[in-house]
């Protein structure tokens, strides 16, 4: 099993920018995909990005050229980096880790965006 933690979520005005951060443990060697996801009240779970091992990145098209998503090995962590921030940003964000036929869920982080 992966354990995942979000941290970085907050509050932060229209244009602002945030960087959230995930940070994995336990049985990490096999993790091949970790992804970011949101889910906004009342709305279902929507995929904002992902990288894979080899630190190749893909965007949702709602985020695409604000969001970056980086991945430190090393440090086990992937990091989302919120840039040009929107109030339909706003929403709980969650981290994902895919590994051979298992999939782990962080708890997530809540990112407010005022108007």
């Known amino acids: 099993q992966v354990q995942l933690v979000e941290s970085g979520g907050g509050l932060v005005q229209a244009g602002g920018s945030l960087r959230l951060s995930c940070a994995a443990s336990g049985n990490i060697l096999s993790i091949d995909v970790m992804a970011w996801y949101r889910q906004a009240p009342g709305k279902q779970r929507e995929f904002i990005g992902a990288?894979?091992?080899?630190?190749?990145?893909s965007y949702a098209d709602s985020v695409k050229g604000r969001f970056i998503i980086s991945r430190d090995m090393a440090k086990n962590t992937m990091d989302l980096q919120m840039n040009s921030l929107k109030p339909e940003d706003t929403a709980v964000y969650y981290c994902y880790a895919r590994r051979l036929i298992y999939t782990d869920w962080g708890q997530g982080t809540q990112v407010t965006v005022s108007s």
């Open positions: 990288i894979t091992s080899g630190g190749i990145a």
